[in-house]
């Protein structure tokens, strides 16, 4: 199914009241835009890629209220490990510019 109809399926299934939680790669993200064709979550089984807004955009038109959004991830580990890493996360955590976003909403 499309996202628009997972979600509206959760959305109908879903006590009133009830939470969902969304975590997926942010094309936004600092390294996806650092290494655009060659990010680590441009992969096959990642059949959609969203950014923030659209991703809050859909939530919101499948009747959800966006109640958190939260991001994290920097430096693959494969890349750099130590000092560096935690700098990094750190600050892409800070700034809401890290690879991975998620989103709390209620129904």
């Known amino acids: 199914?499309?996202?628009?109809?997972?979600?509206?399926?959760?959305?109908?299934?879903l006590k009133p009241?009830?939470?969902i939680i969304v975590?997926?790669?942010?094309?936004?993200?600092?390294?996806?835009?650092i290494f655009r064709k060659n990010w680590r979550s441009v992969r096959t089984d990642h059949l959609f890629l969203f950014s923030r807004k659209?991703?809050?955009d859909l939530l919101e038109q499948c009747g959800f209220n966006v109640l958190k959004y939260?991001?994290?991830?920097g430096i693959p580990v494969e890349m750099s490990s130590g000092k560096i890493k935690q700098i990094t996360d750190?600050?892409?955590k800070y700034f809401n510019v890290g690879d991975v976003m998620l989103?709390?909403?209620q129904k």
């Open 70 to 73: 939260r991001s994290w991830g």
């Open 90 to 92: 750190y600050w892409v």
């Open 23 to 33: 975590t997926t790669p942010n094309v936004e993200g600092l390294f996806a835009k």
């Open 1 to 13: 199914p499309s996202p628009s109809d997972f979600l509206k399926e959760v959305y109908r299934i």
């Open 17 to 19: 009241g009830g939470y």
């Open 103 to 105: 989103f709390l909403a």
């Open 54 to 56: 659209n991703l809050r």
